[in-house]
């Protein structure tokens, strides 16, 4: 009697469970109804204020001359001889690190800065840094707009 019960409930819910779990892929349910040669395409209805908004992130972004990443800063003086002491902060770490650029800015009311490579993100910047913490003591991470190049297709 029991086999059969089980035999019974086996045959009944086994069907029932497997239909259960195809469950709606998003095409059909984008598409329902139909015909095949326009559901081929997908249409997206919104709002024209999220295009408007769309264009102007793009314009903003454009005008940044850059993408947002991350530098290391490596000295920042507002003295009267930052001046000069960036400038040999500077000629100093492009002797020791040819291969990162550098950048060197001045910022009101007095503040001259010095600031080394674009990362995209901070893991990049942190490699660099454990190496050139141990030259410059006074370097931190700072987020920074960075000239980013796209390096293209991977080949």
Known sequence: MRSLLLAAAF?????VSLTAQRGLGVEELMNDGRPRYIAERLIVVQDPAIDTLISRHILMNASKNGVDGWRIQIYRGGHRTANEDSNKVRARFMDDYPD??????????????VKVGDFRTREEAAKAFFDIINKYPDAYLIRDVISFKNPGPVK
């Open 11 to 15: 045959t009944i819910f086994l069907p």
């Open 100 to 113: 990162i650029p550098t950048y060197r800015t001045f910022d009101r009311p007095n503040w001259f800065k």
